[in-house]
């Protein structure tokens, strides 16, 4: 099964810029942001105060009432997004040989919500008053295990946490399930932690933008990048063996034909300042597994830091690959924020949808890009354009790389 | 593929050689609490690890940034690439413990497994900022500025890959109890993709926090025997009442045997099948039939084309409550038939605690040896068996044998079952 395709059937979305697939797709094809003032909680007492809410959510509208306890915001966001993967993509997993359906999904900082009420339980009123549910709900593995039972999926699963490239090295862990011979998986990443307690960790790192005006916050490439606006939410998919997803006849929206990752020396190591920077190794090691060259990609799908020196070293890895200005380029995070290990898998279900609709969705926001970029930037409008390959690009802070090609489905 | 480093902290001493002599004497490295005040607690016991992170070499300033899993994570690394010689193909320095000479840094990955990340630096600071609990909109200006690097357990691979100069692909495992046995899977499988020659793989955690210790309490899942914490792990014993919380990392190099040998490196063992299912049945609860893990075992073994016949000692699961013990007892039975009655199993846990995502590393690391010295560690404090676990767990003490195969399991919240099987280096095996 070394060889086997790995082909996508099934996309479910949970976007600050619409719940649900058409409702997202239709926002950011429209150029609709779901950057607003934070109303998860009373954000005025701290520095930034923007962030991308799911709006419209209820969750006891989507999840199973004792569901609800045991659940923080970003599972019930992940459940809902697996329900409409699985609809989508018209399977029932039930129907599959035994243990031949898994989970494989990316997650970054758990139920953070759901953990700052049981830390505030032990140090306001004990230990006793902790919930019984705080030993798994808040846990990194929380959605994988969650999507599991809900779904029956008995297959092998896991969950990879590399910051805001986990929605790619997730869906790349599905396809080496499908080579190993598993039949289908569901993969991707929601997340999110828009809570006091969440809010404070995040502006720790010390990128957050402060802008508090919604079309100035997050502007990658942009001469007036000043950091990144976080948000909530992703895209679960469904990944399927190819051959198994013809058999029954399913929609196939296109394949993940080529995927790498790298890692960058600490910044200031002799190793940083002699090699090759490590998103461009990634790049090209994702081409080569593609087979494809770069004249074949007719997208990237930028990680798109909004941090002005990884702005740049994204551009310089990119012009390095494809030449200056040779390659559309887009960021429609700008009108979610950054999603963490949801990002790159709502990036891919962007993608899946451009081959389909032959429409790059745009970057938002940006008037004027910084010095010195060669990009040319899909900006304002949707741009009409067949694409048969795209390349998506995501980095994890502290120096992960990926990349992964998906391209359109090939005639058989 | 080879296992040709292994890098230990854990509880009762830091180092392998440390690790190994607790295992084989059978000693126990539980004991009351001592890093925080646990007295208002149901179950104020654990094993810790006697740690001193300026003793072991870190800087002030990676002291300072690190949680105390990461600092643990990154003193077994290099340990376990020291104990590779891959370190004498180059100084230490700016280019890290593989040096400028070794291997080429692009081929080389990492794959931390931690199941709860930063959780006891996360409760520290939550304690901080909220000022005891007391406030919802915690004050940020009271935030440590590595917090960012609490909040995501990616950060643990980072500090493991700039400390040994890694710069191929990188990534945290986080299955809950079995990312130990996953994260070291997933590295086998990175090499034998091609996707890296090296793989600094392993585990940690260091999850002895009042969280930790509270939402463990909330589910009785650990022991309360606090008046006698060198007797309370007693895996597959009729007395036993929850596992003790442990802490601790297990790292390893691993590598193509090929190039083990091509450069004249000493191979502990080979790891030659894996498998992990799910079992879609409950975040904690097992189905008492043990048919997910069983099944688990059966594809490890296909993977390692060996027969259950060849397995010579199961490291098991072994946590102590009573609901696993049972569980896994039937999942050896389902999977190795009679063969489950004629095999040693043991539980390591009886003496270093559950270190929740690092134990896996760690029991891989007492498999390896097991076949390295020919020695079966013993599952200490088992003095009265449990009609229901009626198999031979080596109670007390270790056994002297030819250790040739070892399956090793690990069971998860989440519904995770994971199985590996570790061979002598060469063993013949089959190849249907």
Redesign the interface.
């Given at each position: 099964m070394v060889s086997a395709v790995a082909v996508f059937t099934g996309i479910g979305v949970a976007a600050p810029n619409g719940l649900s697939t058409p409702v997202w797709w239709k926002a950011t094809l429209n150029g609709e942001s779901g950057i607003r003032p934070i109303s998860r909680?009373?954000a005025s007492?701290?520095?930034a105060r923007l962030a991308g809410e799911v709006p419209g959510f209820d969750a006891a509208e989507h999840i199973p009432n004792r569901l609800l306890p045991?659940t923080d915001h970003m599972t019930r966001l992940a459940l809902t997004a697996a329900q409409e993967a699985f609809d989508d993509a018209d399977t029932d997993p039930a129907q599959l040989p035994e243990?031949a359906a898994?989970?494989v999904t990316a997650?970054?900082?758990?139920g953070?919500e759901f953990?700052?009420r049981?830390?505030?339980?032990?140090?306001?009123?004990?230990?006793?008053y902790?919930?019984?549910y705080?030993?798994?709900a808040w846990?990194?593995?929380?959605n994988?295990?969650?999507i599991?039972?809900r779904?029956?999926?008995?297959?092998?699963?896991?969950?990879?946490?590399?910051?805001q490239a986990?929605g790619l090295?997730a869906v790349a862990?599905a396809r080496?399930r499908l080579r190993g011979g598993s039949r289908l998986i569901v993969t991707g990443g929601v997340d999110g932690?828009i809570c006091?307690?969440?809010?404070?960790?995040?502006?720790?790192?010390?990128r957050l933008s402060l802008a508090d005006d919604p079309t100035r916050a997050y502007l990658p490439f942009d001469a007036a990048a000043r950091g990144y606006v976080p948000g909530e939410g992703g895209a679960i998919l469904i990944l399927e063996e190819a051959a198994a997803a013809r058999a029954r006849g399913a929609r196939v929206y296109g394949e993940l034909a080529g995927y790498?990752?790298?890692?960058?020396?600490?910044s200031g190591?002799?190793?940083h300042l002699s090699?090759v920077p490590?998103l461009r190794?990634a790049v090209e090691l994702a081409l080569a597994d593609a087979g494809l060259a770069p004249h074949d990609i007719d997208v990237v799908f930028a990680d798109a830091s909004g941090v002005p020196h990884l702005d740049r070293a994204e551009a310089e890895a990119i012009t390095a690959v494809f030449g200056p200005r040779r390659v559309p380029v887009t960021a429609p995070k700008t009108m979610t924020g950054r999603l963490?290990a949801g990002g790159a898998a709502l990036d891919l279900a962007a993608a899946l949808l451009a081959i389909r609709d032959a429409l790059i969705p745009p970057t938002v926001n940006i008037t004027r890009l910084a010095e010195g970029l060669e990009l040319d930037l899909v900006s304002t409008e949707p741009r009409p354009c067949p694409v048969r390959a795209a390349l998506v690009l995501a980095r994890?802070?502290?120096?992960?790389n990926a990349a992964a090609v998906v391209v359109g489905a090939r005639p058989h | 593929m080879a296992i040709t480093g292994i890098g230990v902290v854990a509880p009762g001493g830091v180092g392998t050689k440390e690790f190994w002599s607790l295992l084989t004497e059978g000693r126990t490295a539980t004991r009351a609490i001592s890093l925080f005040d646990a007295t208002r607690f149901r179950s104020r016991i654990a094993a810790e690890a006697d740690f001193d992170p300026h003793h072991e070499g870190l800087t002030p300033q990676e002291v300072r940034r690190m949680d105390r899993a990461a600092q643990f994570a990154v003193v077994a690394a290099r340990e376990a690439v020291s104990d590779s010689g891959l370190e004498a193909a180059g100084a230490l320095g700016a280019a890290g413990a593989l040096g400028a000479a070794g291997p080429d840094p692009y081929r080389v990955g990492v794959t931390v497994g931690s199941a709860v990340g930063a959780t006891t630096s996360l409760d520290t600071e939550y304690r901080v900022v909220s000022d005891g609990g007391a406030k919802w909109h915690v004050d940020y200006t009271y935030a440590v500025p590595h917090l960012f690097d609490h909040f995501v357990p990616s950060s643990f691979a980072a500090e493991v890959a700039w400390a040994v100069g890694a710069q191929g692909p990188a990534s945290v495992v986080s299955t809950g109890c079995t990312s130990g046995l996953d994260a070291v899977g997933h590295a086998v499988e990175l090499i034998r993709e091609g996707s890296a020659d090296i793989m600094v793989a392993g585990a940690t955690d260091a999850p002895i926090s009042p969280i930790t210790v509270a939402c463990f309490d909330a589910i009785k899942a650990t022991s309360p025997r606090n008046d006698d914490p060198e007797h309370a792990s007693r895996p597959f014993d009729r007395t036993r009442n929850g596992f003790v919380l442990g802490e601790g990392s297990a790292l390893f190099v691993l590598e193509e045997l090929s190039l083990a040998h091509r450069r004249g490196a000493h191979v502990y063992a080979e790891i030659v099948g894996f498998a992990s299912r799910c079992n879609a049945y409950h975040m904690t609860g097992l189905r008492p039939d043990g048919r997910e893990m069983a099944e688990a075992i059966r594809v490890a073994l296909d993977e390692a084309r060996l027969p259950v016949t060849a397995v010579d000692y199961i490291n098991a699961h072994g946590s102590g409550t009573k609901q696993n013990d049972r569980h896994e007892t039937a999942a050896f039975k389902r999977a190795l038939g009679e063969h489950a009655r004629a095999t040693p199993i043991s539980s390591i846990k009886s003496m270093v605690g559950h270190s929740l995502g690092a134990i896996g590393s760690l029991e891989i690391a007492a498999s390896a040896l097991a076949i390295e010295h020919g020695v079966v560690p013993p599952t200490a404090n088992l003095h009265e068996p449990d009609p229901e676990c009626d198999l031979d767990y080596t109670p007390l003490v270790a056994r002297e044998q030819r250790v040739e195969v070892v399956l090793s399991v690990g069971s998860g919240f989440g519904g995770f079952q994971s199985a590996m099987v570790l061979a002598r280096e060469g063993l013949e095996r089959g190849t249907w």
């Open positions: 909680f009373d007492r701290y520095p045991q243990y898994g989970v997650s970054s900082a758990g953070f953990g700052q049981e830390l505030e339980a032990l140090w306001s009123k004990g230990g006793q902790v919930s019984a705080q030993s798994f846990f990194y593995a929380v994988t295990g969650q599991s039972i779904h029956g999926l008995r297959g092998p699963s896991g969950v990879l946490v590399t910051e986990g090295d862990q080496r932690a006091p307690w969440g809010w404070t960790a995040q502006l720790a790192g010390g790498a990752a790298t890692f960058d020396a600490k190591s002799e190793q090699g490590g190794r963490y994890g802070r502290g120096g992960f | -």
